[in-house]
Nanobody
Framework: QVQLVESGGGLVQPGGSLRLSCAAS????????MAWYRQAPGKEREFVAD???????HYVDSVKGRFTISRDNARTTLYLQMNSLKPEDMAVYYC??????????WGQGTQVTVSS
């Protein structure tokens, strides 16, 4: 089992920055992919970015050049640096991991509000 706890959300003005963190615990060695998703009110949850165990990263087009996903070497913490935030980035952001045995885990989410 893997437990995930997100933090770092909050209220920021358009153009501002936030850094989200996701602390993983439990069966850390079983984690293959760590990712961020988000869900805005009335919309489906969407992929934002992921960090594969081999170091590859992927981003949804709408955040490329503005968001950066990273992970500590111990694979215990996943980060999402969000710059140049826009109102359309406002959502609940969720951390998710896939294990090598294809089991998925989710965090409880952290709210990001972008508003002046």
């Amino acid at each position: 089992q893997v437990q995930l706890v997100e933090s770092g959300g909050g209220l920021v003005q358009p153009g501002g920055s936030l850094r989200l963190s996701c602390a993983a615990s439990g069966s850390i060695s079983s984690i293959n992919t760590m990712a961020w998703y988000r869900q805005a009110p009335g919309k489906e949850r969407e992929f934002v970015a992921d960090f594969i165990s081999d170091g590859r990263t992927h981003y949804v087009d709408s955040v490329k050049g503005r968001f950066t996903i990273s992970r500590d070497n111990a694979r215990t913490t996943l980060y999402l640096q969000m710059n140049s935030l826009k109102p359309e980035d406002m959502a609940v952001y969720y951390c998710s991991v896939w294990t090598y045995s294809s089991v998925r885990y989710w965090g409880q989410g952290t709210q990001v509000t972008v508003s002046s």
